[in-house]
């Protein structure tokens, strides 16, 4: 059990720095098809006890799914989509004393900078205009 780690020397370390000095290291390679780029941002653990905890974590989930939804119908309506997928996730979880937000874009290798633009682009979208309210109807639906 978490309660006896501290009496048996385990210990959970963050690192909250800077950035590394090398941005991204590409890879290149014939038999390479596929890429996954994951960003993730990692903070604390402030608490999970109050009712705005549990708010911030729905909206979060929230979020995730409509750019699911977005994105997934940019590669259902498109002959040559830019991604294969652009994915959300939140995790909070006190076990590992943190909280993840990720985004992980994917697609074709030799098109990942397309994938990658059009994957930041989707984003903003969602981040400038928000959600519709049909849109917002359907999510609360699916959650």
Partial sequence: PMSA????GAEIRHNFGE????AFESVSHAQIGEF???????EGLEGNSRAR??????????VGMALGFRTDEV???SDDPPFTG??????????????????TVSGEGRRWRDAVREGVREVRRLQRH???????ELLKRTL
């Fill in 5 to 8: 780690w501290p009496v048996r």
């Fill in 53 to 62: 905890h549990l708010r911030e974590g729905m909206l979060d989930t929230l």
């Fill in 75 to 77: 590669v259902r309506r």
């Fill in 36 to 42: 996954s780029l994951t960003m993730t941002v990692k």
């Fill in 86 to 103: 652009v994915h959300w996730n939140y995790f909070n979880s006190a076990r590992e004393g943190c909280v993840l937000n990720s985004i």
């Fill in 19 to 22: 950035a590394t000095e090398k």
């Fill in 130 to 136: 928000g959600v519709e309210k049909e849109e917002l």
